[in-house]
């Protein structure tokens, strides 16, 4: 059994600053690819951004230069730092992993998701 378990969402103003953490707990024997995605109101869930196991970052365009996406692969855990939020970036943000599960083999996991709100 893998659990994402993600924290740091919450009500910010306007050019203010997130950061968002995603730890997976479980039977972990590697773990490959770790990323947010994103999913406004009426909108498809799209990719935030994407770190491999060795440090290979990719950023949605909305995201370049605002955000940045870290990892821990000691702790199983990834981080995004968002600054310069907008109200635009308002969504519930998904922590997505790639992992290789004993007993079960590589595998994607999806995280709860957790409420970022930009609002004056």
């Known amino acids: 059994q893998v659990q994402l378990v993600e924290s740091g969402g919450g009500l910010v103003q306007p050019g203010g600053s997130l950061r968002l953490s995603c730890t997976a707990a479980?039977?972990?024997?590697?773990?490959?690819?770790m990323g947010w995605y994103r999913q406004a109101p009426g909108k498809q869930r799209e990719l935030v951004a994407h770190m491999t196991s060795d440090g290979i970052t990719n950023y949605a365009d909305f995201a370049s230069g605002r955000f940045t996406i870290s990892r821990d692969n000691a702790k199983n855990t990834v981080y995004l730092q968002m600054n310069s939020l907008k109200p635009e970036d308002t969504a519930v943000y998904y922590c997505?992993?790639?992992?290789?599960?004993?007993?079960?083999?590589?595998?994607?996991?999806w995280g709860q998701g957790t409420q970022v709100t930009v609002s004056a």
């Open positions: 479980g039977s972990i024997y590697r773990n490959y690819n």
């Open positions: 997505n992993a790639d992992l290789v599960v004993l007993l079960v083999g590589r595998k994607d996991y």
